[in-house]
C-alpha cells in the first residue's frame, strides 16, 4: 500500500512520514486521516522511497503495496471501506509522530478536514504544527493521543481561525483551559468531548458561554462534569439543535428541569440521553415542554424510564416525531399502545431495542387502556 492513498471522495489517507517526499503531488488535497497499519508496510514504504530516485517514486507505489514477507496483508481503503469510528475494534496504536504531523501541515496546506485516531506519539509539537500550517482547517478529530495537553488546543484555537468541528476522545491529558481556549473559535458549530478525564465544570461552561460561540452540536461523553455544566448548555446554548449526553454519572434530576426552565433550547431538534441516572419523569416532561421544536428523541439505558413517563412525556411534547428507547426495561407494552393512541398526529417513527419489558402482543393486548 502506498504511504498514502487516495480516496475517491477526494480525501487522503496519510499512513506515515516517510511520504512527505511525495506531498508535491497532492496539495490540493482537502481531507487527510491519519491511522495506524502494520509496521512492515513502513518498512516497505521507507525501503522504496530509498531507493527509486524522484522521477521513479511514482512507480514505487508499486512495490509499496506488498507488505514484508510473512506479514499480514495491509487493508485495502477506499472512501466506502476506510476505517469507521464507529464499528468494529480500532486498529493497533499508529507510529506518527511530530515529523509526521509537520510534513502533513507543510504539504497539505489547503487541507480542512483532519483525524487523528490512536497516534500516541503525537504531541503538542504536533498540534502547533497543524495551526501555524493549516490555516485553512475546519474539522479536527483527536482521538487516542493521550500526550496533546491544553497547549496544543491553545495553539489550534489561535492558528486556526476557520475551525467548525471539533472532536476530543481519550485524551488524558486534556482539562479545561483546553476547551476554554477553542471555545474562542468564532466559527465553531459541533464539539464532541469523550472520555476526558480531567474535562469538567469549568472548561464544559467555557467551551458553552464563550462570548463567541454559536455551538449548534455538542456530544458530550463519560465526563466528570455536574450539575453547572446542563446549566449553561440550557441557558446559553441558544443556538444548539442536537445535544448528546452519554455517561453523565454525577448530574442529578434536578438540572435537567433547570436546563429545560432556563429556556435558551428553544432551537433543540435532536436530544440523545445514555446512562445518564438523573433521567426521571420531572426531567423529560420538563424538556417536552420547554423544547418546543425537539423532534427526535433517543433514550438508551435510562432506568427511570417507565410507561407512566411515557404517558406524561407525551402530554408535553407536541411536536415530536421520532422516538427511540434501548434497554429501557421497565417500559411495557401497555405503555407503549398507549403512547401509540394518543401521540400528537405529527408522530413518524417508533424504534425499540432490547426493551425485556415489553412481551408478545398477545399476551398484553387485553390489557391496553382504551382511547
Same mark, same amino acid.
Given at each position: 500500500?502506498?504511504?498514502?492513498?487516495?480516496?475517491?471522495?477526494?480525501?487522503?489517507?496519510?499512513?506515515?512520514?516517510?511520504?512527505?517526499?511525495?506531498?508535491?503531488?497532492?496539495?490540493?488535497?482537502?481531507?487527510?486521516?491519519?491511522?495506524?497499519?502494520?509496521?512492515?508496510?513502513?518498512?516497505?514504504?521507507?525501503?522504496?522511497?530509498?531507493?527509486?530516485?524522484?522521477?521513479?517514486?511514482?512507480?514505487?507505489?508499486?512495490?509499496?503495496?506488498?507488505?514484508?514477507?510473512?506479514?499480514?496483508?495491509?487493508?485495502?481503503?477506499?472512501?466506502?471501506?476506510?476505517?469507521?469510528?464507529?464499528?468494529?475494534?480500532?486498529?493497533?496504536?499508529?507510529?506518527?509522530?511530530?515529523?509526521?504531523?509537520?510534513?502533513?501541515?507543510?504539504?497539505?496546506?489547503?487541507?480542512?478536514?483532519?483525524?487523528?485516531?490512536?497516534?500516541?506519539?503525537?504531541?503538542?509539537?504536533?498540534?502547533?504544527?497543524?495551526?501555524?500550517?493549516?490555516?485553512?482547517?475546519?474539522?479536527?478529530?483527536?482521538?487516542?493521543?493521550?500526550?496533546?495537553?491544553?497547549?496544543?488546543?491553545?495553539?489550534?484555537?489561535?492558528?486556526?481561525?476557520?475551525?467548525?468541528?471539533?472532536?476530543?476522545?481519550?485524551?488524558?491529558?486534556?482539562?479545561?483551559?483546553?476547551?476554554?481556549?477553542?471555545?474562542?473559535?468564532?466559527?465553531?458549530?459541533?464539539?464532541?468531548?469523550?472520555?476526558?478525564?480531567?474535562?469538567?465544570?469549568?472548561?464544559?461552561?467555557?467551551?458553552?458561554?464563550?462570548?463567541?460561540?454559536?455551538?449548534?452540536?455538542?456530544?458530550?461523553?463519560?465526563?466528570?462534569?455536574?450539575?453547572?455544566?446542563?446549566?449553561?448548555?440550557?441557558?446559553?446554548?441558544?443556538?444548539?439543535?442536537?445535544?448528546?449526553?452519554?455517561?453523565?454519572?454525577?448530574?442529578?434530576?434536578?438540572?435537567?428541569?433547570?436546563?429545560?426552565?432556563?429556556?435558551?433550547?428553544?432551537?433543540?431538534?435532536?436530544?440523545?440521553?445514555?446512562?445518564?441516572?438523573?433521567?426521571?419523569?420531572?426531567? @423529560?416532561?420538563?424538556?417536552?415542554?420547554?423544547? &418546543?421544536?425537539? +423532534?427526535? %428523541?433517543? #433514550?438508551? /439505558? !435510562?432506568?427511570? =424510564?417507565? *410507561?407512566?413517563?411515557?404517558?406524561?412525556?407525551?402530554?408535553?411534547?407536541?411536536?415530536?416525531?421520532?422516538?427511540?428507547?434501548?434497554?429501557?426495561?421497565?417500559?411495557?407494552?401497555?405503555?407503549? @399502545?398507549?403512547?401509540?393512541?394518543?401521540?400528537? &398526529?405529527?408522530? +413518524?417513527? %417508533?424504534? #425499540?431495542? /432490547? !426493551?425485556?419489558? =415489553?412481551? *408478545?402482543?398477545?399476551?398484553?393486548?387485553?390489557?391496553?387502556?382504551?382511547?
Amino acid at each position: 500500500m502506498p504511504p498514502f492513498h487516495d480516496c475517491r471522495d477526494g480525501g487522503l489517507l496519510v499512513l506515515d512520514p516517510a511520504a512527505a517526499a511525495l506531498f508535491g503531488g497532492v496539495r490540493h488535497r482537502k481531507h487527510a486521516r491519519v491511522t495506524a497499519v502494520h509496521p512492515s508496510v513502513f518498512s516497505a514504504v521507507e525501503e522504496a522511497l530509498r531507493a527509486a530516485p524522484a522521477a521513479k517514486r511514482q512507480r514505487s507505489y508499486a512495490a509499496c503495496r506488498a507488505p514484508a514477507r510473512g506479514a499480514p496483508p495491509p487493508a485495502r481503503f477506499s472512501a466506502a471501506s476506510a476505517p469507521s469510528r464507529s464499528s468494529g475494534p480500532r486498529p493497533s496504536p499508529c507510529r506518527t509522530s511530530t515529523s509526521g504531523i509537520s510534513a502533513i501541515a507543510g504539504g497539505c496546506p489547503s487541507l480542512s478536514s483532519l483525524a487523528l485516531w490512536d497516534v500516541p506519539l503525537v504531541t503538542d509539537a504536533g498540534l502547533a504544527e497543524i495551526a501555524a500550517g493549516l490555516p485553512s482547517l475546519e474539522k479536527l478529530d483527536i482521538t487516542g493521543c493521550p500526550l496533546v495537553t491544553n497547549k496544543g488546543l491553545v495553539a489550534v484555537a489561535q492558528g486556526c481561525p476557520d475551525l467548525k468541528t471539533l472532536t476530543i476522545e481519550s485524551c488524558s491529558d486534556v482539562a479545561n483551559e483546553g476547551l476554554k481556549a477553542i471555545g474562542r473559535c468564532s466559527k465553531l458549530q459541533a464539539v464532541n468531548i469523550k472520555n476526558c478525564a480531567y474535562v469538567g465544570d469549568q472548561g464544559v461552561s467555557g467551551l458553552i458561554c464563550s462570548p463567541t460561540a454559536s455551538l449548534a452540536k455538542v456530544c458530550l461523553q463519560g465526563l466528570s462534569i455536574t450539575d453547572p455544566s446542563l446549566a449553561v448548555i440550557g441557558y446559553y446554548g441558544k443556538a444548539i439543535t442536537n445535544l448528546t449526553l452519554t455517561r453523565l454519572s454525577s448530574v442529578g434530576e434536578r438540572v435537567f428541569w433547570v436546563m429545560a426552565n432556563t429556556l435558551g433550547l428553544q432551537k433543540l431538534r435532536c436530544m440523545s440521553i445514555t446512562s445518564c441516572p438523573g433521567v426521571t419523569e420531572l426531567a @423529560l416532561v420538563s424538556i417536552a415542554k420547554f423544547c &418546543p421544536s425537539l +423532534k427526535q %428523541l433517543y #433514550l438508551r /439505558k !435510562c432506568s427511570q =424510564i417507565s *410507561d407512566d413517563l411515557l404517558k406524561d412525556f407525551r402530554e408535553a411534547s407536541k411536536v415530536l416525531e421520532n422516538l427511540q428507547i434501548e434497554e429501557c426495561n421497565r417500559v411495557t407494552l401497555t405503555g407503549i @399502545l398507549s403512547f401509540l393512541l394518543n401521540c400528537s &398526529p405529527k408522530f +413518524k417513527a %417508533l424504534s #425499540l431495542v /432490547k !426493551c425485556t419489558g =415489553i412481551k *408478545d402482543i398477545w399476551i398484553t393486548v387485553s390489557y391496553c387502556p382504551s382511547s
